[in-house]
Each structure stands twice: as C-alpha cells, then as structure tokens.
C-alpha cells in the first residue's frame, strides 16, 4: 500500500461510520464526522480568500440592510464568517456543537488578532445555552443539511426564532441539491465555498434520504460528510411554518437565477 493510501486508510478510520455508511442518517453523528484532523484541513477544503472573492460582502450588505448588530453565528465551523463579521464591525457569538470545528475557529481568530466568543452547543438545544436575543442568526456553509429528522429541523428552527429579536433575521444556505437530485447541471461547477486548490468535494451516493460527499485532500486524506438532500423549496416552507413572515431564496448571490443553476441557495428569513 502506498503512503497517500496509508494516511486515507489512517484517517478514514477515525470517522466512524460502521459497516453501514449508506445507513448513517443520524443527527447528532456530525460529532462523529467534524473529527480534529478534518477540522485541521477544513480551512483548506474552503480557502479563506478564495471564499471571501466569490461572496463578496452578500452577507454584511445583507445584515447592514436590516440593521441588525448583534449576530449569533450558529455553525461557525472554523471562523470564517465569524471572523469577517467582527472585522466589518458586528459583535457575533460563535456557536458550534464541534469542539473540533469551535477549537479551531478560536485559534483562527487569534491568528487575527481577535477573541472569538465561542459557546459549544448543538442547535436542538440552542435556547439552553444562549442568552439573550440577537438581530440576525447566519447559519451558513451548508450546515442545516445536518439533521436528518424532520421533527429536529421544525424544533431547530424554532430555537433560531426564539433567539431572534422580534424583527430578527436568519440568514441559512444549503448546496443545490434539488439539481443533484434531479440529475440536473453539471453539479459543483463554480467552486463557491469549496475552492481550495488540490483539494476534491464530491458526491458519493445521493438518494432523496442521503447525500454523502467524499472530500480527498492534497496529503492523500479522504473524510466523508453523510447529508440530507433538502430541497430548496420544502426549506422555504419549513421556514414559514416556524412562523418567518418574508423568506427571500438568492442563488449563488444572485436574486434572479433558473433553479438548477446555482451550487448554493441561500435563504434571507425574516420574523417582522
Ligand atoms: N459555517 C462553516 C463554514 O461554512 O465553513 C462550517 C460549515 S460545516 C459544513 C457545518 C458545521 O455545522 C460544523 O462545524 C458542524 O459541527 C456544525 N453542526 C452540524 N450540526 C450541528 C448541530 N446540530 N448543532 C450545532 N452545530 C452543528
């Protein structure tokens, strides 16, 4: 066995996946997943520069609109957003329920010359750990696709509306995969957030219950991410049952778009 094949062997076996890996749906297994060393080449997986030109200022022109000051960052991941928001002036908290992924976004920010104000927490249980009510929670990178029951996106969705100011916002986006699904376009072309260069994201097996993606680095690595396939549409809809009065859907940044153009939706919810 070669050594590229030796360090994929090596790290494959820290996630646990079982024998199973087409039968992990699980919610809470994104413990299991975001381990240390993918955590460690998260950051080369999204390229921090590369993602900051592809998104341009989208999202701060988006909270400057509403007004909004104070943001709850709920999947910070490694920092990127958190980490640009407290630079263009926001004061944001970064919730994450992986100590892995929350460890190094804290180590990001110092890189920087900042302390990030981290709180470790699963969204199911939101409410529980964050006090007080902020103007606008990002939820971004694709990380609602996480929760694979239902029953757990209405209540997670609720526990966003619940720390949302009256007027609050909830930014979220999710990869296309109504065009993965359907078979439509010619999947990741345009690299928004995974553009790290050597570095390969790519859909294992998709069916309407699971999208499990094959990430393989430069060293030879390989992790796997189990997700389910939202559709975009049955997302604005969970959104207004959870009681956001005005849901607009950008693809990729853009306002108009054909639906199976875009790699990324994102979805701007509003309370008021
Ligand atoms: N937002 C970051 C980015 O764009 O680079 C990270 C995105 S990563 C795909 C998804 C993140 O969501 C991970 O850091 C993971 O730990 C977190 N996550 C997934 N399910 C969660 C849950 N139920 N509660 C809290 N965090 C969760």
């Known amino acids: 066995m070669g050594n590229e094949q030796n360090v994929a062997t090596m790290a494959n076996q820290e996630q646990e996946f079982g024998e199973e890996p087409l039968e992990v749906r699980e919610s809470g297994h994104y413990q299991d997943e975001y381990i240390k060393g993918f955590a460690e080449r998260w950051d080369d997986l999204i390229d921090w520069d590369g993602r900051a030109a592809s998104e341009g200022d989208f999202f701060i022109d988006v909270l400057r609109q509403h007004g909004a000051k104070h943001v709850l960052d709920v999947a910070a991941g490694t920092g990127f957003h958190s980490v640009r928001l407290q630079e263009a002036g926001f004061d944001v908290v970064s919730v994450d329920g992986s100590p892995n992924m929350l460890a190094k976004a804290f180590a990001n920010g110092r890189k920087r010359g900042m302390i990030l104000r981290t ?58 995969y109504d065009a993965l699904l359907d078979n439509q376009g010619d999947g990741p072309s345009h690299q928004y957030y995974y553009c790290g260069d050597d570095v390969k994201a790519e859909p294992e097996h998709v069916d309407e219950g699971l999208a499990r993606f094959r990430y393989t680095f430069a060293d030879g690595s390989v992790f796997h991410l189990n997700m389910f396939p939202l559709r975009r549409d049955y997302v604005r809809g969970l959104m207004r049952e959870a009681g956001f009065q005005q849901i607009d859907t950008y693809g990729d940044f853009q306002e108009s778009y054909k639906h199976y153009d875009p790699d990324f939706f994102i979805h701007v919810a509003q309370k008021a």
């Open 119 to 176: 709180v470790h927490s699963d969204w199911r249980w939101l409410s529980r750990d964050i006090v007080g009510r902020y103007d606008a929670i990002i939820c971004l990178g694709n990380s609602f696709t996480h929760l694979f029951d239902e029953n757990q996106r209405h209540r997670v969705l609720a526990e966003f509306y619940s720390v949302l100011a009256h007027d609050g916002i909830l930014i979220l986006d999710q990869r296309n």
